[in-house]
């Protein structure tokens, strides 16, 4: 049996859509995989690389407040992960609490830090003077206010609602209607080219020199291949130096991405493999 791992605890967005993920992938049905919930997504990344789980599911951008930069320096750490699938899962944002109270009486708010960004509108609307705390994750935010009696609450997914027996005072409180998470499910090996439309993610490490990421793109556009994304972080040695991660529409050994890819080592830009994937195609209900 696979173990895959997940941000957890139980009642997570990330446990949400895992499940979603399954069941739309045959082959995993088959054998339905064993999920391990982890505390944090470097310890749950860490615990594959080492090899402690056979795959990892981890948020990587979401549509309102974009990327989930834990993630993306994560990946750009470990040595032996590829992103084997790519998963949008449509995200609504719950505030939940003890009983029915009105918003004004509502002093600590918990949540993750992704999803307190998705709400910050509302958050600084309706709730100017609660005091906001940031948790591990949604479930663990929900799962702290459930054990208190307080006039606290917490924004994470409907169903942790009933997981952790609180009341849904607002429902979909993030600033866009239209809100989504894209997850990434990571192994330890290159995923095979799919029958229908892969894309490639990249990490280039440009020098901070002038036209080295002009020099970057253009030899993706001389070879007429569609970037996807583009982001930066910070490469973390110093300041205003940054690492680059990008997606581009095909498999990794379609010949003009292996070409862009001989071409940069000529230039000495450094390249890792992130992944070859199947492209995913969200209902049009996310976007
Ligand atoms: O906290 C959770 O419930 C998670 O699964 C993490 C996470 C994230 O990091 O983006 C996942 C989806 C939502 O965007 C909010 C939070």
Redesign the pocket.
């Known amino acids: 049996m696979k173990k895959i791992g997940?941000?957890g605890p139980k009642?997570?967005?990330?446990?949400?859509?895992i499940h979603l993920f399954i069941a739309s992938q045959p082959e995993l049905n088959d054998s339905l995989p064993e999920l391990i919930a982890f505390p944090t997504?470097p310890r749950l990344l860490f615990a594959c690389n080492d090899k402690e789980i056979d795959l990892a599911f981890v948020?990587l951008e979401?549509s309102t407040?974009g990327q989930?930069g834990?993630?993306m320096d994560t990946l750009g750490q470990t040595e032996h992960l590829f992103i084997t699938n790519e998963f949008i899962?449509s995200?609504d944002?719950c505030l939940l609490a003890h009983e029915p109270m009105p918003l004004e009486q509502i002093e600590r708010v918990y949540?993750?830090?992704?999803?307190i960004g998705?709400c910050r509108d509302f958050l600084e609307n309706h709730l100017p003077n609660a005091q906001q705390i940031t948790?591990?994750?949604?479930?663990?935010?929900t799962h702290r206010i459930s054990s208190i009696r307080e006039n606290w609450a917490a924004i994470?997914?409907r169903r942790?609602a009933q997981l952790y027996n609180l009341h849904l005072v607002r429902e979909c409180i993030q600033d866009a209607t239209l809100?989504a998470?894209r997850?990434v499910l990571v192994g330890h090996s290159l995923a095979e080219m799919s029958d229908g439309e892969d894309k490639t993610s990249l990490l280039v490490i440009a020098e901070n020199t002038p036209g080295a990421l002009y020099r970057i793109l253009g030899e993706f556009a001389k070879r007429h291949i569609n970037l996807s994304r583009i982001e930066s972080r910070p490469s973390k040695r110093k300041l205003g130096e940054y690492v680059f991660f990008v997606d581009v529409d095909g498999y990794v050994f379609a010949p003009p991405i292996q070409d862009v890819l001989w071409a940069l080592k000529e230039e000495h830009i450094s390249v890792k493999l992130l992944g070859s994937y199947p492209k995913a195609h969200p209902h049009e209900r996310i976007f």
């Open positions: 997940y941000l009642g997570s967005f990330s446990e949400e859509a997504i948020p979401n407040e989930v834990v993630t899962h995200i944002q949540s993750h830090e992704q999803a998705q948790c591990l994750s949604t479930a663990e935010a994470g997914p942790a809100n998470t997850f």
